[in-house]
C-alpha cells in the first residue's frame, strides 16, 4: 500500500493509529454525520464496529451503502475506497490490518456480512 493510500496520511483527521508491530497494524476510525474520506486503501483486515452506522462507500463508479450494528466483528478484503457517513450518528470503528498477507485488492465495496 503506497503512502499517498494509507488512510493515515490521506484522513488523519479520521484514522489514528493505536498498535502496530510486526503483525498487524490496528486503526482507529471515528466520523461524524456528513464527514467523507480521500480515496484510501486498506489491506486484509477484520473490522470491529464499536458504534451503529450508515455509510456510502465508491470506487471505481461502483457505489454501494452500508448499515452495520455495533458490535459486530466483519471480515475486510483489501480494497480501495472513498466513503461518506449517510446517517445520523458517528461511525466509530477499528481496523486490524494484517501484515504479510500480500493479497490482491478486491473488487468488492465495504465488509463482508456474517450472514
Known amino acids: 500500500m503506497s503512502n499517498i493510500q494509507d488512510p493515515t496520511r490521506t484522513d488523519p483527521n479520521l484514522y ?5 508491530n510486526e503483525e498487524v497494524r490496528v486503526l482507529r476510525y471515528h466520523d461524524r454525520p456528513g464527514d467523507s474520506t480521500h480515496p484510501h486503501a486498506h489491506p486484509n483486515s477484520v473490522m470491529i464496529t ?23 466483528v466483519r471480515w475486510l478484503d483489501a480494497q480501495v475506497h472513498h466513503g ?3 446517517g445520523d450518528t458517528d461511525t466509530i470503528t477499528f481496523f486490524v490490518e494484517l501484515k504479510g498477507t500480500h493479497a490482491p485488492v478486491s473488487e468488492a465495496l465495504g465488509p463482508q456480512s456474517n450472514a
Open 84 to 86: 461518506e457517513n449517510i
Open 16 to 20: 489514528s493509529v493505536v498498535l502496530e
Open 50 to 72: 464499536m458504534s451503529s452506522f450508515q455509510r456510502r462507500l465508491r470506487n471505481d463508479g461502483k457505489e454501494v451503502d452500508v448499515e452495520i450494528p455495533a458490535g459486530e
